[in-house]
Nanobody
């Protein structure tokens, strides 16, 4: 019923850029707090960035100044612009929606940063 779909992952060299997208159902998107998480095999998922319904943002310290989370409510789409990528940014990136306590996840998209 509620499906989040990520896209935009791929292989990029250190120092390069990548933009991730997440398409969400229009019925929940505008009222949801949206986030990006990432996960390396064997580790817990890490919260990378969050954007509220009023477009205030928060980032994990390791990506501040390099990543930008944004949302386009007209297109029901969440974005993560990633610049100055580092090998330690490698992982599976997941889109997350929190709709008044109901939590939804995307399938994940692989990001690999080579040196």
């Amino acid at each position: 019923q509620v499906q989040l779909v990520e896209s935009g992952g791929g292989l990029v060299q250190a120092g390069g850029s990548l933009r991730l997208s997440c398409a969400a159902p229009g019925g929940i998107f505008r009222s949801s707090v949206m986030s990006w998480y990432r996960q390396v095999p064997g580790n817990q998922r890490e919260l990378v960035a969050t954007i509220t319904r009023t477009s205030s943002t928060n980032y994990v310290d390791s990506v501040k100044g390099r990543f930008t989370i944004s949302r386009d409510n007209a297109k029901n789409t969440l974005y993560l612009q990633m610049n100055s990528l580092k090998p330690e940014d490698t992982g599976v990136y997941y889109c997350n929606a929190n709709y008044f306590g109901y939590v939804y996840w995307g399938q994940g998209t692989q990001v690999t940063v080579s040196s």
